[in-house]
């Protein structure tokens, strides 16, 4: 990202001023294993990623916030007792989201000027939406002296999106995005909050994010509805023991009293959480002993569990994995993020990763009508203040 582009962009929407304009980054995220798992307080093992949102903000001496983005086209100008009001429909919710939770604690904002500019693809399962919340929360809380903790700004920052936007996602998004470490991966406890840091070496592999370029439409309803199932998942179980939670249960004792769990449906949601929990403890002991290969396998597993027992992959994340693992060289594919669309991983061998980005890419095409887009991922830090020089 050109950070003196943005910062020319700035003054041409803005006007120049006496007054500083502060920079800041908030990355996107892709999660390597452990999906669906962070609403039931399981495990999840993301990373941030080196793309994200960046934000320049300025203060002005007016009442008004004034908000525009390079990525949409309409911005707009909110009057500071106005900030607490959803807009219908438009991305500027994210943000609003987060001015609401911090004057829910008492602050009084003042008039600002900020620009978003984020080189994540929307909709497509990277958390551009927890980027464009934490980067929010960071400059806040950074501008106006509130001095809560980066975990703090990662609870408010999934509060703003649960009660403002009205997704009752978990806290998986916002915590990699706000605690991402370079060359790491987050083994997080999500109903802790207690967190590993764990070196990620994939030696001679790459791991390459494919956007399937479908859009995730009915996503967001799905995704409530599948937190609906899993609490009745819990509704069930809770007569064999005290719970709070999907993931108060082991796999195995989920096998030894599915038979509690009456619903055909509920019962393989439930299935793939407690599955899901197991597979990021052996993901993260593999990663440990370089065993890249049955990390690999365990990606497969946890795809074909999300496609057959969570039911949120569909055709195109289907398809596109089917063709990522057909490619010699590949150890592991499967979708990362909420599903319904979005985007897949896969793990691949380095001199492979040309003729992966050509045959899936040609397959995906012929059998979707799609043109995927294919990234290297790199893992990058979590949400900063840059100085203006830094990229
Ligand atoms: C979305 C949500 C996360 C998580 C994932 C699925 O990205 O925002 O909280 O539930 O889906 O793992």
Redesign the pocket.
């Known amino acids: 990202m050109d950070i003196e582009q943005l910062e020319k962009s700035f003054i041409k929407r803005f006007g120049k001023s006496n007054e500083k304009i502060q920079f800041y980054f908030a990355p996107g995220r892709v999660?390597l294993i452990?999906?669906?798992?962070?609403?039931n307080n399981g495990y999840?093992l993301p990373c941030a990623i080196t793309f994200g949102t960046y934000l320049l903000v300025r203060a002005n001496d007016s009442n008004v916030v004034k908000m525009v983005s390079e990525n949409f086209d309409y911005g707009d100008e909110i009057p500071i007792d106005k900030l607490s009001i959803p807009q219908s429909g438009k991305w500027m919710n994210y943000p609003l989201g987060v001015f609401d939770q911090f004057i829910q604690k008492g602050l009084k904002p003042s008039g600002l000027e900020m620009l978003y500019s984020g080189d994540i693809p929307n909709s497509s399962?990277l958390?551009s939406s927890?980027s464009i919340e934490m980067v929010t929360a960071f400059a806040l809380n950074d501008l106006f002296y509130i001095g809560l903790e980066q975990t703090d700004l990662v609870k408010l920052s999934q509060k703003a999106?649960n009660e403002f936007v009205g997704?009752n996602?978990?806290?998986?998004?916002q915590f990699a995005v706000g605690m991402g470490k370079k060359g790491h991966a987050i083994f997080l406890d999500c109903g802790t909050l207690e967190y590993e840091l764990v070196p990620i070496d994939l030696k001679n592999y790459k791991i390459i994010i494919a956007n399937t370029n479908k859009q995730r439409g009915l996503a967001d309803s799905k995704?409530n509805e599948r937190v609906a199932e899993c609490n009745k998942a819990v509704g069930f179980l809770a007569k064999i023991k005290k719970v709070e939670s999907l993931s108060d249960f082991s796999y195995q004792e989920f096998v030894n009293n599915k038979h509690h769990i009456p619903d055909i449906n509920i019962r393989k949601r439930a299935k793939h959480i407690l599955s899901e929990n197991q597979r990021v403890v052996d993901a993260v002991k593999v990663l440990k002993n370089d065993d890249l290969r049955v990390f690999g396998k365990l990606m497969n597993a946890s795809h074909n569990s999300l496609r057959y027992d969570y039911e949120v992959t569909g055709y195109e994340l289907d398809t596109i994995v089917e063709e990522a693992r057909k490619v010699e060289g590949v150890l592991g594919s499967r979708m990362t993020?909420?599903?319904f669309g979005g985007c897949a991983i896969a793990l691949v061998d380095e001199n492979a990763v040309e003729p992966f980005i050509r045959k899936v890419g040609e397959n995906y095409y012929k059998k979707t009508g799609l043109k995927a887009i294919f990234y290297i991922s790199e893992i990058g830090d979590g949400t900063k203040k840059l100085n203006s020089s830094e990229n």
């Open positions: 999660n452990g999906e669906h798992t962070d609403y999840v399962g958390s927890a999106e997704v996602c978990g806290i998986m998004d995704y993020g909420a599903g």
